[in-house]
């Protein structure tokens, strides 16, 4: 009876078993190219004006009375208050910052639909710090190929000095970066004297060092990585683009076949690499839509350069929609590489539709929400009333025959200002009410005061006289109004008894 050996045991003795393949590849350093253009103009601005704005924003004053802070932008964890300019955010309040966060991300959505990633290559943080820390690195060490030879270089006296010069100021911007973060959550003149001085706490310092490190770590080493393997935009952006979104695009169709610049029946791509040497992912947009592109546009300028020396049109890495990509691709087909070719295909293009199915339905559930948003916070209340009733015991029954109910009533008075106000109840039935510390005003109406920016709280006792109806409930509503008689908060309890 003949038995199925393993293949391990048919393999000849004198064969080696395979080698089980490495599922880990080594990063390839990118080194990218300064390059220069309208894209990589257009995104210093930006970057200036993102460093400056997260820099500067913890600095600028606002004057919101005594004894509140000044600081125009500050997350007063202490007090439960987020203050941005005028607007001042309690606890009980973080829908606003639920709804900050929607409109956010409808508007990434809107972005991405009509300019691809353009929040990657241009505003992302990781972007921003990362161009910051790449312009340091070429500031010391040179441009793409000295910084090559510098690596491939053996330990020196100089090569120490770029390096350790390079990774100093990118300590100290980092530095500055999480000392800025934490400015958010402290005062910032007095946070940045107790870091300097040694006085903060061991919490600000924790924050500090940790902020700090990240900094560090992810714009300095890890760069590109964040951007392919950490981040989890690229994985799902495809869902928000479609064939009339603005991409970067190489129009192959105007570039192939590569060839030398005096081939004749080549593309005008001349395969000098330019677009792959300034991506700061290290990719070639030749190859078509990536995972890895943050559509930065640095290729564009790239290319348009060489094509500006070689005498040809600018424009074979662009901007484009696949729509177009795809007309002007049938347009062209039939044609060999000329002049004629290019504005052959050129004139298939279109104008992009920013006006389409997917934009108008971000469109709208971004008006909607911001809608929401305007009208809450144009209802905003700045007098809140909460109601708390005992529940130990439930109720008092008196000598007398009648029933007793307590409450705890919390006034949250968001002002600046203290308020009086006039406290009354409603029932079905005339309870009788007494405010401890209250000024009576009769009709079971009370006169309380509410201190500013503060909540106060008064104990009140509610009793419903021997000789009414018994009822083991009733509903009850505390009110409070101002010096015009108007409602300014309300709130609903209930009173209880025994069983009839």
Partial sequence: MSTIQPKDRLRPTSEAPAATPSLYASRQQVYPKAVSGPVRRAKWVVLILCLAAYYLVPWLRWDRGPGAPDQAVLVDIGNGRLFFFFIEIWPQEVYFLTGLLVLAAIGLFVATSLFGRVWCGFACPQTVWTDLFM???????????ERMRLDKAPWSLEKFRKKASTHVAWLLIAAATGGAWIMYFNDAPTVTWELLTGRASLEVYFFFALFSGTTYLLAGWAREQVCTYMCPWPRFQAAMLDENSLVVTYRDWRGEPRGKAKDTGAGDCVDCRACVNVCPTGIDIRDGQQLECIGCGLCIDACDDIMTRLDRPRGLVAFETLANLAASTAAAKAIPPSPARCSTGMAARRVPRFVRPRTMLYAAMLAAVMAVMLGAFLLRETVTLSVLRDRAPLFVTLSD??????YTLKIANKDRDVSTLTLELLAPQPLQVAVQEGVAMGDNRFGVTTRPDGITQWRVLVTRPE?????????VTFRLLDARGHVVASSHSVFLGPRP
């Avoid at 312009?135 to 190929?145: A, K, P």
């Avoid at 025959?401 to 307590?406: D, E, I, L």
């Avoid at 000789?467 to 509903?475: T, V, Y």
């Fill in 467 to 475: 000789g009414l109806p018994a009822r083991e409930s009733m509903d």
């Fill in 401 to 406: 025959g009648a029933v007793r109910n307590g």
């Fill in 135 to 145: 312009w340091v690195e070429r500031l010391i060490q040179g441009d793409r190929n």
